[in-house]
């Protein structure tokens, strides 16, 4: 059950595997990580976020964890190239870490307290109650009754799923999609459906019969893995829904939709995925040729607004909902024919402005 | 008392020299030092390091209370290693048995209301009893049809997680208004009340009261070990079933009764986790409390006192690394290393002694399980 596998933690069994073992690492390891250190010397003088601290605590995956945590800490470094603002992080290695670390970083009079994920809430509401003068934001949470001054960061993430749809439904040959999730709570399930609305809507629009797999709207339920960490459920729900003829598959299911990635390029591109969350034939450059495109959520940017209205002196209890609008939310082509990426660009449009509801 | 020195030798011999290998290992992670060649400074980070290790787990209330909150759930499930470790039986299945006992404890705590005397045992013995029967499935499955227990505990540990996830989006558990899965709270009556509860506005000391059921607990297993026929009888099956059976024991019927006992205590240990430190339960409620249970158990040798000093070095390095990790740039993943350094170093001479399958005296202090042919 051990899942925390960064590169630090990488860093160290090796290094710990090399001592006894007797066998000494090469020198070439080490030319690699030199780099990093060495880009933040710079002086920030007139930038605004000067003597701000930012602070994140991650949940139990670590902050290299290609996912939500990952992605909240890349829009920390934005906020302290692009402002100037100092940051600090904190990983949890169990729940048991939550409370002690957002103490650890109340003690250390940071000004904004970012946490990631709905695991950190209760703690994250409590540390927020306690500490009345620290900006408090929490990733894929809302408080409910809201708190003064912490604020949930959450997605529309229905919209470029909607989007994405459309596209499937777009490219598809067999007349036949697919998705599935990680685990049955909302913030997974509002991407399938999302997903299946918008071929529903490239359905009523060209009077095409595409058929979704792994998510029926009118239930409100569908196929779901049980999990985010099995490659291998990853596989056999896309080897499922390839026998039932779907050849664009949707997985929002984080790891587990590597699974389906390595099935989709073991079946010579009869089928294809698209990605979720970032864009995956980037960050999942092994098998980027099966991907057509990716659904963004783009958390980076809601940390980074975060941070900014700390710096700008707000402290507000509003949640930051990311749509399409305020680029939040988002889509990434990586294979899509120009004609049906501006048909998709332009339901977008759509969404983004209201005409189109889902 | 010669026990504890004992114990006590073994466990901080381990310790010392997994601290010079995590210097080491700290030094060798340290590139920038080591690029400069400026060695000073990495001495300094290593010293930084275990400075703020070790003041982060003793120094000052706050530490301590880490430490303890820490200790309390590893000290219980590390019993329920340790019990079915002395009749010889490997149980891996903790952490299931703690998300049985911990959901028992919430269910408990949330439906009941009454005065807090009353509230608080009761949901500790649910949860212990929640525990027991689940980890007693894993010894009647070994008792009536000879199913591995190591097999089955693995097994059960993920229809446990499962099934949590399940209660957790039923209406009876999930908190109002939540979407995702959690669980409503427990009433403060049957919440366990805080250590240093009596010093105003420390809402920062969350040591409770589960430390004292875990360390009565402890003393249970040394009374149950010591003074009871039960407490023999299991020595006895762990040690060699084949004469215990001969003698007269059955070994079935003990088997089933050492996982009931190993599914109380890590029962247990969900209950003053739900009941104590969160106030509610979540799917990552037994953590990898279930795991490291099995290297506390190894590390303690399974004896009472020893389960207990594993316990609160592992709680300790918990805690201090947490401070490590706020004042220093080594990451938390060291404590990990660490831990598995310091079982390491226990195990290494029991290893080789299996291995080069040399038999001598010091080989009955270890671990005495039945292997698969067993």
């Known amino acids: 059950m051990i899942k925390r596998k960064g590169l630090k933690s990488a860093a160290l069994a090796i290094a710990a595997f090399s001592l006894i073992a007797g066998a000494c690492g090469s020198d070439s390891d080490t030319a690699t990580e030199e780099t990093t250190a060495e880009v933040t010397e710079e002086t920030y003088a007139a930038l605004p976020g000067e003597g701000i601290l930012a602070c994140q605590v991650t949940d139990t995956g670590g902050v290299d964890d290609k996912g939500f945590n990952q992605i909240s800490y890349k829009g920390m470094q934005d906020a302290e190239s692009t402002l100037g603002v100092e940051i600090d992080l904190l990983e949890s290695t169990s729940d048991a870490d939550y409370a002690p670390n957002l103490q650890n970083f109340a003690d250390k009079g940071c000004n904004i307290i970012v946490t990631v994920g709905f695991l950190l809430g209760d703690a994250t509401k409590a540390a927020a109650e306690a500490n009345p003068s620290t900006n408090y934001a929490i990733v894929?949470?809302?408080?409910?009754?809201?708190?003064?001054?912490?604020?949930?960061?959450?997605?529309?993430?229905?919209?470029?799923?909607?989007?994405?749809?459309?596209?499937?439904?777009?490219?598809?040959?067999?007349?036949v999609v697919g998705t599935f999730g990680g685990i049955n709570i909302p913030p997974v399930s509002i991407?399938?459906?999302?997903?299946?609305?918008?071929?529903?809507?490239?359905?009523?629009?060209?009077?095409?019969?595409?058929?979704?797999?792994?998510?029926?709207?009118?239930?409100?339920?569908?196929?779901?893995?049980?999990?985010?960490?099995?490659?291998d459920d990853g596989k056999n729900i896309a080897k499922s829904q390839a026998d039932e003829g779907a050849d664009i598959i949707f997985p929002v299911a984080g790891p587990v939709g590597l699974g389906s990635a390595q099935f989709a390029m073991e079946s010579g591109g009869k089928v294809k995925i698209i990605g979720v969350d970032v864009d995956m034939s980037v960050s999942n450059p092994d098998a980027a040729e099966v991907y057509i495109a990716s659904v963004l959520k783009n958390i980076d940017a809601a940390v980074l607004a975060a941070i900014t209205d700390t710096v700008n002196g707000v402290t507000t209890s509003d949640n930051y909902v990311g749509t399409l609008a305020n680029g939040g939310v988002g889509v990434a082509y990586t294979a899509v024919p120009a004609e049906l990426q501006a048909e998709v660009e332009a339901i977008g449009q759509g969404i983004a402005d209201g005409t189109i509801k889902i | 008392m010669k026990e504890l020195i004992k114990s006590l030798r073994y466990t901080f011999l381990a310790l010392l020299a997994s601290l010079l290998v995590g210097a080491i290992i700290i030094v060798v992670t340290d590139i920038d030092a080591l690029k400069s060649g400026d060695f000073g400074k990495a001495f300094s980070t290593v010293f930084t390091a275990y400075k703020s290790l070790f003041q982060g787990s003793f120094w000052g209330l706050r530490s301590i209370s880490n430490t303890i909150t820490g200790t309390t759930p590893l000290l219980l499930s590390g019993l329920a290693v340790s019990v079915a470790f002395k009749a010889g039986l490997f149980n891996i299945g903790a952490t299931g048995q703690m998300l049985a006992g911990g959901m028992t404890a919430l269910w408990v705590g949330f439906t009941m209301t009454g005065p807090g005397w009353l509230q608080v045992p009761l949901a500790v013995i649910a949860g212990a009893i929640g525990g027991a029967l689940y980890g007693g499935i894993a010894g009647v499955l070994k008792a009536r049809t000879g199913a591995h227990e190591v097999i089955t505990t693995i097994m059960l540990n993920s229809i446990a997680s499962f099934l949590v996830l399940w209660l957790l989006k039923t209406t009876t558990f999930q908190r109002e208004g939540r979407p995702d899965p959690i669980s409503k709270l427990v009433v403060d009556e049957a919440r366990l009340p805080r250590l240093f509860g009596f010093l105003d506005g420390r809402s920062d000391l969350v040591a409770h009261a589960g430390f004292f059921v875990a360390l009565l607990a402890t003393f249970a297993y040394w009374y149950l070990l010591k003074r009871t026929t039960l407490g023999f009888e299991l020595r006895a099956t762990g040690l060699n079933s084949d004469a215990a059976k001969y003698a007269g024991m059955k070994s079935k019927s003990l088997t089933v009764v050492a996982m009931l006992l190993a599914g109380g205590f890590a029962g247990m240990a969900g209950a003053t986790e739900v009941l104590g430190t969160y106030g509610y339960a979540s799917t990552s409620l037994a953590g990898n409390i279930g795991f490291d249970a099995i290297a506390v158990a190894l590390l303690g040798q399974s004896s009472p006192i020893g389960?207990?000093?594993?316990?609160?070095?592992?709680?300790?390095?918990?805690?201090?690394?947490?401070?490590?990790?706020?004042?220093?740039?080594?990451?938390?993943?060291?404590?990990?290393?660490?831990?598995?350094?310091?079982?390491?170093?226990?195990?290494a001479p029991l290893l080789v002694k299996a291995m080069f399958r040399v038999k001598s005296q010091v080989t009955s202090q270890g671990q005495t399980f039945r292997g698969w042919g067993g």
Do not use: C, H
């Open chain 1, 140 to 175: 894929d949470s809302a408080f409910d009754p809201p708190i003064a001054n912490a604020r949930g960061l959450v997605f529309a993430t229905d919209q470029p799923s909607f989007m994405a749809g459309y596209l499937a439904a777009g490219m598809t040959t067999t007349g």
């Open chain 1, 191 to 231: 991407f399938m459906d999302g997903f299946a609305k918008g071929v529903a809507y490239y359905n009523e629009q060209k009077g095409a019969t595409v058929k979704v797999l792994g998510w029926d709207t009118a239930k409100q339920d569908g196929t779901f893995a049980g999990n985010f960490q099995s490659l």
């Open chain 2, 307 to 347: 389960t207990l000093v594993a316990a609160v070095l592992f709680g300790a390095l918990q805690a201090g690394g947490r401070s490590m990790q706020a004042n220093t740039d080594v990451p938390v993943d060291l404590i990990i290393v660490l831990r598995a350094l310091i079982v390491m170093f226990v195990a």
